[in-house]
């Protein structure tokens, strides 16, 4: 766990953060980048330094110079007190949630929340004997209505990352801090450049680290920054689970990292000219993308976040599978994939129908979610527009 009060490297811009946050070439022989420490067992000298618990290191599952490289930098991001690293961005949200129920309590979760947290709450919270009630993502202050005697926590996740609607975190917060319940937000879509959860009121921040950090779709990871009345809670967590990523999965969360800024740069750019593009096609309902003026939730979006990332999603007009399949299986350059924030760029349909509980989903059309990647912004849309064509003639 690194404490943000450790870092040496002062109140810089984020931008600035990302390069060198974590880094401290000459412990390292000069070398730009530390190394990638392996290691399980670390050797004490005497028994005096045994004794005296004053390593900082003592053992490869509670931290190594590489781990704590990235939590260093990532804290600081967050604008947190103190990050620990798990091994996948559900285990970011599985050990966020461990860190704070206990049998017999109740959470709040959100509608629009990535999918496989719902099978953590729904199964294996439940078997813990912890009740969760999926709320509207659109509630706001209005969650109060939702509080029990025994609710512990709410989560949000703003925007959903298929469905993008935007939460009102400052106003869940206060009413949540009202009552004395802990507020954790997933942050994957936004990452700390673009949205600083704590500083809206959330005690937890939770990233995917697996997307834009590691950013090249070669590693899992993730993250969880909590202030400083969850620093305490995640330490105890991350002890009693035993959470921690590989090494090697570490240094290239902290080789993403370097790079995040420019590749959000143009990941938005990008994304903003292919979604309003994709607005203005007729076989497109609608572009759920919270930087366009249309979308429900950009007026929140303006005020809580400084930036939109590369992911989207579209509904089209109602077609039948077959004009489907001719739009998706001829893409030279989206490829058909879980998973989002690598270099390259994603198509993927879903049906939200199919898991949520709290509210109806009522678009009639096909919902396609779009990762724009760092290709030429042209070679995209010549890649959709031929899409376009065979998904009017029917035909692949
Ligand atoms: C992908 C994702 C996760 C899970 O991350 P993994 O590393 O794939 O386990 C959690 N939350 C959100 C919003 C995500 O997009």
Redesign the pocket.
């Known amino acids: 766990m690194a404490d943000k009060d450790k870092t040496s490297k002062g109140s810089v811009r984020p931008e600035t953060t990302v390069v060198h946050h974590g880094r401290d070439p000459f412990q390292f022989h000069g070398f730009v980048n530390p190394p990638v420490y392996r290691g399980s067992t670390v050797l004490y000298k005497t028994f005096a330094s045994l004794q005296s618990r004053e390593q900082p290191y003592t053992y490869g599952r509670r931290a190594t110079p590489t781990t704590h490289a990235l939590e260093e930098a990532i804290v600081e991001l967050e604008g947190g007190a103190a990050t620990i690293l798990t091994s996948?961005?559900?285990?970011?949200?599985s050990t966020a949630l461990l860190a704070f129920v206990s049998a017999g309590d109740h959470i709040l979760i959100t509608d629009s929340v990535?999918q496989?947290?719902r099978a953590f709450a729904d199964k294996m919270l439940k078997r813990l004997g912890v009740e969760t009630t999926y709320y509207d993502p659109h509630i706001g202050a209005d969650i109060t209505s939702l509080f029990r005697e025994n609710t512990r926590l709410v989560l949000v996740?703003s925007p959903g990352?298929q469905t993008f609607e935007m939460q009102d975190i400052p106003a869940i917060a206060n009413a949540a801090h009202a009552r004395d319940l802990w507020v954790v937000a997933?942050n994957?879509?936004a990452t700390p450049l673009y949205c600083k959860p704590l500083a809206l009121g959330a005690d937890v921040s939770?990233e995917?680290?697996?997307?834009y950090i590691v950013g090249h779709a070669d590693a899992?990871?993730?993250a969880v920054t909590g202030n400083d009345r969850a620093a305490r809670f995640l330490d105890r967590v991350k002890e009693a689970l035993g959470t921690c990523p590989g090494s090697e999965e570490t240094y290239l969360g902290l080789r993403g990292l370097r790079t995040l800024d420019v590749r959000l740069e143009r990941h938005q750019r990008s994304a903003l000219t292919i979604a309003k593009w994709l607005e203005a096609r007729p076989e497109v309902a609608k572009v759920l993308y919270p930087a366009l003026e249309s979308h429900p939730g950009h007026a929140l979006w303006k005020r809580d976040f400084t930036g939109a990332t590369g992911l989207f999603t579209v509904i089209l007009n109602p077609v039948d599978d077959i004009a489907l399949a001719a739009f998706l299986d001829g893409l030279h350059f989206f490829g058909m994939g879980y998973?989002?924030g690598g270099y390259e760029s994603l198509v993927i349909p879903f049906d939200p129908t199919s898991y949520r509980t709290a509210t109806r989903w009522t678009e009639s059309g096909p919902a396609l979610r779009f990762h724009i990647g760092l290709e030429a912004v042209e070679d995209l849309v010549s890649d959709l527009e031929d899409g376009f064509a065979r998904l009017n003639a029917g035909v692949a």
């Open positions: 996948s961005g559900l285990g970011a949200v990535y496989p947290a996740e990352s997933d994957t879509w939770i995917a680290g697996t997307k899992m990871l993730g998973s989002w």
